[in-house]
T-cell receptor
Framework: QQQVKQSPQSLIVQKGGISIINCAYE??????FPWYQQFPGKGPALLIA?????SEKKEGRFTISFNKSAKQFSLHIMDSQPGDSATYFC?????????FGQGTRLTINP | NAGVTQTPKFRVLKTGQSMTLLCAQD?????MYWYRQDPGMGLRLIHY???????AKGEVPDGYNVSRLKKQNFLLGLESAAPSQTSVYFC???????????FGPGTRLTVL
């Protein structure tokens, strides 16, 4: 049972373009929605996070859009750069534990 | 400040062998977690601990045991390794259940 579903599995974007990764969840008790970024051979690191009482959060080129009624949230990377090439995981927190999406491998072509 | 460290980085086991993965954190965090990462599956929680001397089951606990004898260390044990346990294992820690989780660099385990 996958409580957090993430798409697409892989994504290729041209440099300067917008990268969009989507997640959907089922459990309405989730209270915190982080995105993690993982480079090859490294552990995931927190990129940006949002709480369900906010519809959007922006940090530099990274924005989370949150739709509580649809139980969906997405990560937008503006002006995508080759250095953004990594695997991205969405997650949702419930009962002080994180449930992760399947991951998206993002490649930014120069 | 090393953060979260994991030992070893790589390991190859034969089916039926046992081993222990060590996670250490120097941030005085109460919570520690063990995840496994498999292609297309994301990160799945194996076991976690909310403080020294405590452990609890996560999403995929079968075949694993854990111990948290010291606050800074969280051990993951495989008593009889199976090929299905071939994976990359990540340890994480957080100040409490409401704060950011910090991940270690991972251990790549292959079971033949």
């Amino acid at each position: 049972q996958q409580q957090v579903k993430q798409s697409p599995q892989s994504l290729i974007v041209q440099k300067g373009g917008i990268s969009i990764i989507n997640c959907a969840y089922e459990n309405t008790a989730f209270d915190y929605f982080p995105w993690y970024q993982q480079f090859p051979g490294k552990g995931p690191a927190l990129l940006i996070a949002i709480r369900p009482d906010v519809s959007e959060k922006k940090e530099g080129r990274f924005t989370i859009s949150f739709n509580k009624s649809a139980k969906q949230f997405s990560l937008h990377i503006m002006d995508s750069q080759p250095g953004d090439s990594a695997t991205y995981f969405c997650a949702a927190r419930g009962a002080q534990k994180l449930v992760f999406g399947q991951g998206t491998r993002l490649t930014i072509n120069p | 400040n090393a953060g979260v460290t994991q030992t070893p980085k790589f390991r190859v086991l034969k089916t039926g062998q046992s081993m222990t993965l060590l996670c250490a954190q120097d941030m005085n965090h109460e919570y520690m977690y063990w995840y496994r990462q498999d292609p297309g599956m994301g990160l799945r929680l194996i076991h976690y601990s909310v403080g020294e001397g405590t452990t609890a089951k996560g999403e995929v606990p079968d075949g694993y045991n854990v111990s948290r004898l010291k606050k800074q260390n969280f051990l993951l044990g495989l008593e009889s390794a199976a090929p299905s346990q071939t994976s990359v294992y990540f340890c994480a820690s957080s100040y409490n259940g409401h704060n950011e989780q910090f991940f270690g660099p991972g251990t790549r385990l292959t079971v033949l």
